[in-house]
T-cell receptor
């Protein structure tokens, strides 16, 4: 089982739709969790940290479920500019961030 | 503004040559990382450093080395480049758990 797994998609949604991505992780000792956004051929950029209480930043909501070992990202009112690949990342003590392979989102008009 | 830079941005080299990719950050972050990204594999950790003179192997460290002589720089060396090392290489830095990435180096080994 991979350490961090994501559904690769692609997720194809119309503008204005709500879309959710899940990411599962295998190491129960994982400490910190993040969502990154990556545009084609560019570097990943930090989108959100994920806190156990859940956190929201505008149209984006991230949640952590430690019992089931997954994190989620919800995007409301999708925009064309949200089209990108979304990477989840999990920090494991003593190492570094371990990334999932990413989920591709395509928002169409 | 503080930033993280990588050079060169594109590099073509021949099999067997030694190649060094530069990474420089001006945030004064203690932690620095090297990843490679390939289709079907995502981002994979090569080496990382938690401070000057500290280096650690990641998931795919064979054929690569790093050294950390100051806070700002973590150069990545391919000792003898192989075609399997054709990839996009990202450097990242951070002070705690978060990481911030450089623009990447696209390396082609022919």
């Amino acid at each position: 089982r991979k350490e961090v797994e994501q559904d690769p998609g692609p997720f194809n949604v119309p503008e204005g739709a709500t879309v959710a991505f899940n990411c599962t992780y295998s190491n129960s000792a994982s400490q910190s969790f993040f969502w990154y956004r990556q545009d084609c051929r560019k570097e990943p950029k930090l989108l959100m940290s994920v806190y156990s209480s859940g956190n929201e930043d505008g149209r984006f909501t991230a949640q952590l479920n430690r019992a089931s070992q997954y994190i989620s990202l919800l995007i409301r009112d999708s925009k064309l500019s949200d089209s990108a690949t979304y990477l989840c990342a999990v920090y494991q003590a003593g190492t570094a961030l371990i990334f999932g392979k990413g989920t591709t989102l395509s928002v169409s008009s | 503004d503080a930033e993280i830079t990588q050079s060169p941005r594109h590099k073509i080299t021949e099999t067997g040559r030694q190649v060094t990719l530069a990474c420089h950050q001006t945030w004064n972050h203690n932690n620095m990382f090297w990843y490679r990204q390939d289709l079907g594999h995502g981002l994979r950790l090569i080496h990382y450093s938690y401070g000057v003179h500290d280096t650690n192997k990641g998931e795919v460290s064979d054929g690569y080395s790093v050294s950390r002589s100051n806070t700002e720089d973590l150069p990545l060396t391919l000792e003898s480049a192989a075609s399997s090392q054709t990839s996009v290489y990202f450097c990242a830095s951070g002070q705690s758990y978060e990481q911030y990435f450089g623009p990447g180096t696209r390396l082609t080994v022919t």
